[in-house]
């Protein structure tokens, strides 16, 4: 039997990127999938290509488009609201792949980006695990994965992604706190934090950038990202973790 069988994951962000890959492991150990995406077309494609590659049947893969960019005052209040909130709810598994990154320097930054970055980097994840929680309780049964930024939990200064490092390091200590008092009812809540990954949202010119950055002048892949997802996740003994998976990438060589 496989690890996950019998069990409902939500990926949010699940369509592409590490989320796709992370679902993509997902069904390999036998759980059932419940993809959110930005757009039911996408969603549509992603679907029929898992099927295909997995040879699995559509009553594994459910999917789910909810449109998180479209920051505005009544956002949360629409994700209370949604179906989206329903199937967290009911998840026995809980995978957050996404949350936008940006880059610039404290004077240049606007008050929408950092209402922006604050919600989608640190409230939404927030908000996500607020309301999967309770019936996790219920089932005594429960895994979290949340996903810091690179470095967010031994650096205290950023020149150019302070309000994103700063939702990021507030998402660490999230994790932290869910493992120390829900760890009782059966509930494991980790993240993994990466170092600069390829995916298809890069143009060729950021791979090149995030290359010179790296140790090894190699971006991690995602199928890689997704592996060590699967190692948290199958652990009963890890919890709380925050995971580096950036090849000892420092600040300092950069």
Known sequence: MNAFEGKTAVVIGGSGGIGFEISKMLLKNGAKVVLHGKSHEKLSSVKKMLKSELQINDEKIETEAFDFFCVKPSFLGEFENSSLREKVENADILCVCFGPFLQKSIEKMTA?????????????????????????????????????????????????????????????????????????????????????????????????QLKEKMPEKTLISAKSIAANAEFLLLNRDLNGVLLRVDRGWSPINN
């Not at 927030?126 to 690179?150: H, Q, Y």
């Open 112 to 208: 929408l980006d950092w209402q922006r970055l604050a919600l989608l980097d640190y409230a939404l994840p927030g908000s996500l695990v607020s309301a999967a929680l309770p019936k996790m309780m219920k089932k005594n049964w429960g895994k979290i994965l949340l996903f810091g930024g690179t470095g967010t939990f031994f650096r205290s200064e950023y020149k150019t992604n302070a309000a994103y490092a700063g939702a990021k390091t507030g998402l660490c200590t999230l994790v932290q706190s869910v493992a120390a008092f829900y760890a009782k009812y059966g509930i494991a809540c980790n993240a993994i934090l990466p170092g600069f990954v390829e995916t298809e949202y890069l143009d060729d010119e950021t791979i090149r």
